[in-house]
């Protein structure tokens, strides 16, 4: 085994490598990057090494420079993580040269596997299903269309170098192929470096089922069961889990046998994931094979026991396999979900900035937490926005179900704006408790999964109630420092001379003004709400559990006053709001707004589909923004003439910069 273990990733990954390498005694080097100074994983690691500027092609791309910190530790062997260089062939052949282990397959294996059209040639020659299609070299877009014609529609296509749903269309008519190839090759260029695509049929309604695989140096394989990751948004996935609530025993046998034929292929050592899209018919057909690490990869440690990252390195270091096939176990069930920095309500826009509260649920035998941060670290724009994984564990789906419903309800994330509630409409919904959703669902029904339109009044009630009586006992806790604690003056009841007064809260919800009116004390309240008037009774804030007797019914509630937000969950769904005391209301919006076309993030201009003068009609494109490897489609607010655009492609942009304006 190694002394000394280079971890070539940051965040996540590299704390998770670097705790299975500290159990097994080996010293570890991490590799930061100017923005990563501070990052947990560079305070985790034994040592750790700056290796260039905030920008991954500055620092965690270079290569080079990332073996010269190895040779210049003492490191034997090189972890890539996943994404970065984790599935670069040049890197591991030049890993290897250096005389270091790359803990992953060979170059030569990654050559085979990094073109997504020769894998599937090389798949379907060692007999594993594939999906029909066009995988040639001759990438002229007369001939694609052709060949989009000849396979049928609806049709994908793909990038043939990448992954991470990067660089993937689906196209229903022929008339749409010209428009979506041109997208597909250029969002391909900028995230691979490479343009080919290749084409195949679109399966309607398919999962994504991944088998996990492992192979070492002595000429073994085997596999280690499935992962379904069928609940995905614009093919990114969302949720995880094992095993699969489609696959029969008899289907997911042929599936483990044929992901490990193709391994075999391949002569594939250490851990790979063999990707397959299957048909609601049950016939499966391979996509491609993922030769690193995978997100993932938790669900499949709960349910069989395993350290995949020991696995990874004690084949590395030309250990044989640990078990054999028929010794592998599975038991009960797990679940994945990725907590994002980002804002599902607009467009799931990556965020960033300082986690002002990162609270998790801590861990157990049912609960897992995989992070990368702490409360007080950054989420930068410069990376991929995860904040945690949260995997749980239990003995069979709708307990593991039960369980994830638990721990989303106890995490809480201020700063950034995250993803959690829609995780928890996410594990509530039919489609996952039954186990059929498919890829396209999400896209297909994504406003069932968004904040709904009106805010449960049950909730804000008890916002409301939470912050009434946390007015009280503060107002107590102040009275009894005083000279007088039994002044009435002293209590914050809106008691007046010859009438009962009332006290006016104001909130921001999702940066709108909502004012509210309540009358009473101790518990008992009258708020007015849109005119009507609540009864609260019986109400009790004991910590941050809130009981309270509304409309009659008593409720429970988990109640959380942190600064000027207050947060209220009742088991099934969550309510944050903003304590706005100084809210002055102001008639009108910002009519201004309408002529402007800002960038909504950070980014580079890769398109500029109009010029000043043209007219434009509302939703029309306007500009393509790419920004987190991804293309964002700058659409106009209204109909109008274009007076002015003030960017160019390939200019960089800050957020909120105004890229055009419509006349008025």
Not at 142 to 162: F, N, V
Not at 426 to 449: K, M, N, S, W
Not at 527 to 532: C, E, F, N, T
Request: hydrophobic content about 45%; glycine content about 10%.
């Amino acid at each position: 085994m190694f002394d000394t273990l280079l971890i070539a990733n940051r965040g996540e990954i590299a704390c998770r490598v670097i705790r299975t390498a500290r159990k097994l005694g080996i010293r570890t080097v991490a590799v930061f990057s100017e923005a990563d100074a501070d990052a947990q994983h560079v305070r985790l690691a034994d040592e750790a090494h700056c290796i260039g500027g905030p920008r991954p092609q500055d620092s965690y791309l270079r290569g080079d420079t990332i073996l010269e910190v190895a040779k210049k530790t003492g490191a034997q062997a090189i972890h890539p993580g996943y994404g970065f260089l984790s599935e670069n062939a040049d890197f591991a052949d030049a890993v290897q040269a250096a005389g270091l282990v790359f803990v992953g397959p060979s170059g030569t294996s990654m050559r085979k596997m990094g073109s997504k059209a020769g894998a599937k040639d090389l798949m379907a020659a060692a007999g594993v299903p594939v999906v029909p299609g066009y995988t040639g070299e001759d990438q002229s877009p007369d001939l694609l269309q052709r060949e989009a014609d000849r396979i049928g529609y609806p049709l994908m296509i793909k990038a043939a170098h990448g992954g991470g749903g990067k660089g993937m269309r689906i196209v229903r008519a022929p008339g749409e192929f010209a428009a979506h190839l041109e997208s597909c090759q250029r969002e391909a260029k900028n995230a691979f470096g490479k343009d080919r695509v290749l084409l195949e049929r679109y399966i309607e309604h398919p999962r994504h089922i991944e088998i996990q695989v492992f192979g070492d140096h002595h000429g073994d394989a085997i596999h280690l069961g499935e992962r379904e990751c069928s609940a995905q948004r614009r093919y990114q996935k969302v949720l995880e889990e094992s095993p699969s609530p489609f696959l029969t025993p008899e289907l997911r046998a042929r599936m483990g046998a044929a992901a490990v034929l193709a391994a075999r292929a391949i002569d594939y050592a250490n851990a790979g994931t063999v990707e397959f899209i299957v048909a609601p018919s049950g016939e499966f057909f391979f996509m491609e094979i993922n030769t690193r690490l995978q997100v993932e990869h938790p669900v499949t440690e709960e349910v069989t026991g395993l350290d995949l990252v020991e696995w990874q390195l004690r084949i590395a270091a030309g250990e044989p396999l640990p078990l054999a096939q028929d010794a592998v176990v599975q038991r009960g069930h797990a679940i994945e979900v990725r907590l994002y920095a980002e804002d599902p309500d607009a467009g799931f826009l990556p965020g960033s900035g300082t986690l002002k509260a990162l609270r998790l649920p801590p861990p157990s035998r049912h609960v897992r937490v995989d992070a990368g941060v702490v409360e007080g670290d950054t989420v930068t724009i410069f990376y991929d926005p995860m904040i945690a994984k949260l995997i749980v564990w239990d003995s069979d789906r709708p307990r593991a179900l039960a369980r994830l419903r638990e721990a989303l309800a106890q995490a809480r994330i201020a700063g950034p704006k995250s993803n959690i509630a829609f995780l928890e409409r996410l594990v509530r919904h039919p489609a996952v408790v039954e186990g059929r959703i498919d890829t396209g669902y999400l896209d297909r029904h994504l406003d069932e999964f968004l904040a709904p339109a009106t805010v449960d009044r049950g909730l804000l009630l008890a916002a409301t109630t939470a912050c009434l009586l946390q007015q009280e006992a503060a107002a107590r806790e102040a009275a009894a420092r005083g000279s007088d604690p039994t002044s009435p003056w002293a209590d914050p009841d809106g008691w007046r001379l010859g009438h009962a007064g009332g006290r006016r809260l104001a909130f921001l919800l999702g940066g709108q003004p909502l004012t509210l009116l309540a009358h009473g004390h101790d518990g008992g309240y009258r708020i007015a709400l849109d005119g009507d008037c609540h009864a609260v009774a019986g109400a009790r804030l004991e910590g941050t559990a809130l009981s309270a007797r509304i409309g009659g019914v008593m409720r429970r509630f988990h109640a959380l006053r942190d600064g000027d937000e207050v947060l209220i969950h009742d088991g099934h769904q969550r309510l944050l709001l903003q304590v706005d005391a100084a809210y002055r209301s102001q008639a009108g919006g910002d009519s201004a707004a309408e002529h402007r076309i800002r960038a909504p993030m950070p980014g580079r201009v890769v398109l500029v589909q109009a010029s000043a003068g043209a007219e434009v009609r509302a939703g029309e494109v306007v500009l393509v923004l790419e920004a987190m490897k991804m293309e964002l489609a700058l659409k106009a607010p209204r109909d109008g003439i274009l007076a002015e655009v003030r960017t160019q492609a390939g200019d960089f942009v800050e957020a909120d910069a105004i890229l055009a304006l419509l006349e008025a």
